[in-house]
Each structure stands twice: as structure tokens, then as C-alpha cells.
Nanobody, 116 residues
Framework: VQLQASGGGLVQAGDSLRLSCTASGGTISTYAMAWFRQVPGKQREFVALISQSGGATHYADSVKGRFTISRDNSENTAFLQMKSLKPEDTAVYYC??????????WGRGTLVTVSS
């Protein structure tokens, strides 16, 4: 499975962005999906995950209430809607799929930069 994240960019604090993660080379419907982010020099951190069916989601406390993860299995795509962005949300965002206990496939990240 190959994953491609897109939708990043430069925005101002308070703005919104929607990231997409499109899978190819396999179906993602049997996998949980998640977004992580990483700031240079820091560890990659969990942002949000969604179950195979989309019926269950989980968020990092830092993004709860501002970010929404969703998926469209018919399009082999997951999304991360980000609202009320803060400068501390600046990072490279990665999507990943796996059974949930592990994350087996990772895409190249997409850079989100939030200016103050």
C-alpha cells in the first residue's frame, strides 16, 4: 500500500486546512488509519486515528475539538479537517494505516505551517 498525503500549506493562526491521504496499491478498508505529525528535531507524535469502518475516532488532547478525522473507503482516502490552527500545529503531517496495534504503511508527509 502506498500512501500520499496532500493539502498542507502556509496559513495564518485561526485558519483551517483539510489534509487528504490517498492510498494506492491496495484497499484501506481493512485498516485503521491515523495521522501523526513531526517537528524537526522532535519525535513524531500521534494526532488522530479512525477505525476501519469510521465508526470510532480518537484524538490527541492537543487537537481535540479542533481537528476531525474521517475516511471514505470507497475512495481509498482519509481526511484530516483542521480548524482554529495554532502556530504550534506547525509540522509535517503523515498518514499511516495498520491494524491499530501497529502502523504498517506510511506516506510521505505534507508540511503545514501556521504563522502567528
Amino acid at each position: 500500500v502506498q500512501l500520499q498525503a496532500s493539502g498542507g500549506g502556509l496559513v495564518q493562526a485561526g485558519d483551517s486546512l483539510r489534509l487528504s491521504c490517498t492510498a494506492s496499491g491496495g484497499t484501506i478498508s481493512t485498516y485503521a488509519m491515523a495521522w501523526f505529525r513531526q517537528v524537526p528535531g522532535k519525535q513524531r507524535e500521534f494526532v488522530a486515528l479512525i477505525s476501519q469502518s469510521g465508526g470510532a475516532t480518537h484524538y490527541a488532547d492537543s487537537v481535540k475539538g479542533r481537528f476531525t478525522i474521517s475516511r471514505d473507503n470507497s475512495e481509498n482516502t482519509a481526511f484530516l479537517q483542521m480548524k482554529s490552527l495554532k502556530p504550534e500545529d506547525t509540522a509535517v503531517y503523515y498518514c499511516t494505516v495498520g491494524p491499530g496495534s501497529t502502523w504498517d504503511y506510511w506516506g510521505r508527509g505534507t508540511l503545514v505551517t501556521v504563522s502567528s
